[in-house]
T-cell receptor, first 115, second 117 residues
Framework: DVKVTQSSRYLVKRTGEKVFLECVQD?????MFWYRQDPGLGLRLIYF???????EKGDIPEGYSVSREKKERFSLILESASTNQTSMYLC??????????????FGDGTRLSIL | AQKITQTQPGMFVQEKEAVTLDCTYD???????LFWYKQPSSGEMIFLIY??????QNATEGRYSLNFQKARKSANLVISASQLGDSAMYFC??????????????FGKGTLLTVNP
């Protein structure tokens, strides 16, 4: 089974801090994703990476950056955390899309609170 | 642009009954895939079922089936014989296969299903 592991289930940080959320997958997937999930808004894509050191902006990249130095690891960085970044963050991975039915596999999520 | 609409914020069903969760989508691309995910209160997103736009038959996976009506652009999830463990948030998502954005999943806002004993 695919395993996507997020470093923390719950995280509390202060406004202005630099925050790192880590994600590791064990299936040699090329693609990795970061989403945030807010009540009533569903999942929104923050950033996507299709290869090591490659990244693309999603729908809501403002206030975030990412890093992918190794294939299995994809980090989300909040450069200067703000209270409106309090949310649930979900990491996902998938193989390169040779077939249309390849699902994204998700981690358990990180509930981040910015005080 | 792609859009997924789930019109039911919440649904209730009695244990052992069937329930249908609605999903409509909007895209101008002829090639796309539709996914359903389940998210229990613990937070993880679990992939349930997939339907491709060119698939001739409706997808089925165990107690899950997809009522795919292409002309109406709907892809409703049917859960048969509901169980208490089916209580969760359910998301419909779409991926368009053409162009440069074929990696991206567009999600609906979800439907919270509660199964009553």
């Amino acid at each position: 089974d695919v395993k996507v592991t997020q470093s923390s289930r719950y995280l509390v940080k202060r406004t202005g801090e630099k925050v790192f959320l880590e994600c590791v997958q064990d299936m040699d997937h090329e693609n990795m994703f970061w989403y945030r999930q807010d009540p009533g808004l569903g999942l929104r894509l923050i950033y996507f990476s299709y290869d090591v050191k490659m990244k693309e902006k999603g729908d809501i990249p403002e206030g975030y950056s990412v890093s992918r130095e190794k294939k299995e690891r994809f980090s989300l960085i909040l450069e200067s955390a703000s209270t409106n970044q309090t949310s649930m963050y979900l990491c996902a991975s998938s193989s390169r899309l040779m077939f249309s039915n390849q699902p994204q596999h998700f981690g358990d999520g990180t509930r981040l609170s910015i005080l | 642009a792609q859009k997924i609409t789930q019109t039911q914020p919440g649904m209730f069903v009695q244990e052992k009954e069937a329930v249908t969760l609605d999903c409509t989508y909007d895209t101008s691309d002829p090639s796309y895939g539709l996914f359903w995910y389940k998210q229990p209160s613990s937070g993880e997103m679990i992939f349930l079922i997939y339907q491709g736009s060119y698939d001739q038959q409706n997808a089925t996976e165990g107690r899950y089936s997809l009522n795919f009506q292409k002309a109406r652009k709907s892809a409703n999830l049917v859960i048969s014989a509901s169980q208490l463990g089916d209580s969760a948030m359910y998301f419909c998502a779409m991926r368009v296969l053409g162009g440069g954005s074929n990696y991206k999943l567009t999600f609906g806002k979800g439907t919270l299903l509660t199964v009553n004993p």
